[in-house]
């Protein structure tokens, strides 16, 4: 069925540093991707998104490529700061007839000082 | 502008009781939906309404469930009764049609 799978956390970062969380999917068609992120005691906010193969979706500092022949929409961003400690959730929206997001497991990410 | 609100924020509760969790969307917004986070697992779907009718309701697990939007407006889902495995982060979220979803902060649901 269709899905999304991420990293296990939490990864733990010191700021400045580069970021990588991975995102690969399993779906039919052409679906569109997202990263949500919670900051502590928030809700989801979207973070970016990218609706078909090698979109490119940035946001505050944060990219991701829609790669549809790895099935991948891995997040990166160069350098870190202690304010983007937060949980990401990469998800799929399917293409057809269909609004539901499918979401992963979600990652934690913890940046230091 | 506010956005989507949850209500309570917490709730623990007895296996066998009831719960009845809130959301209000964002003004005008006529989808709204439910997702749930289990024991930090993937968010997962529940159901979808369009204004007052439940457009999808693939996601709700059983009968115990039951999600109602009178008016089109804000929507409840009670669970009754509640058993140890309902326990999660109940979050809604709503949208207008064709666009981004707005999440709520979630509801804590813990069943004891």
């Known amino acids: 069925g269709d899905s999304v799978t991420q990293m296990e956390g939490p990864v733990t970062l010191s700021e400045e540093a580069f970021l990588t969380i991975n995102c690969t999917y399993t779906a039919t068609g052409y679906p569109s991707l997202f990263w949500y992120v919670q900051y502590p005691g928030e809700g989801l906010q979207l973070l970016l998104k990218?609706?078909?193969?090698?979109d490119k979706g940035s946001n505050k500092g944060f990219e991701a490529t829609y790669r549809k022949e790895t099935t991948s929409f891995h997040l990166e961003k160069g350098s870190v700061q202690v304010s983007d400690s937060a949980v990401y959730f990469c998800?799929?929206?399917?293409?057809?007839?269909?609004?539901?997001?499918?979401f992963g497991t979600g990652t934690r990410l913890q940046v230091f000082p | 502008e506010a956005g989507v609100t949850q209500f309570p924020s917490h709730s623990v509760i007895e296996k066998g009781q009831t719960v009845t969790l809130r959301c209000d969307p964002i003004?005008?917004?006529?989808?709204l939906y439910w997702y749930r986070r289990v024991m930090g697992k993937e968010i997962k779907f529940l159901l979808h309404?369009?204004?007052?009718?439940?457009?999808?309701e693939s996601g709700m697990p059983n009968n115990r469930f039951l999600a109602e939007r009178t008016g089109g407006t804000y929507s409840t889902l009670k669970v009754q009764p509640a058993e140890l495995e309902d326990s999660g982060v109940y979050f809604c979220?709503?949208?207008?049609?064709?666009?981004?979803?707005?999440f709520g902060p979630g509801t804590r649901l813990t069943v004891t």
């Open positions: 979220a709503s949208s207008e049609q064709g666009y981004e979803q707005y």
């Open positions: 003004s005008g917004h006529d989808n």
């Open positions: 990218a609706t078909k193969a090698d």
């Open positions: 998800a799929l929206r399917l293409a057809y007839n269909t609004d539901k997001l499918i």
């Open positions: 309404f369009v204004k007052e009718s439940k457009q999808d």
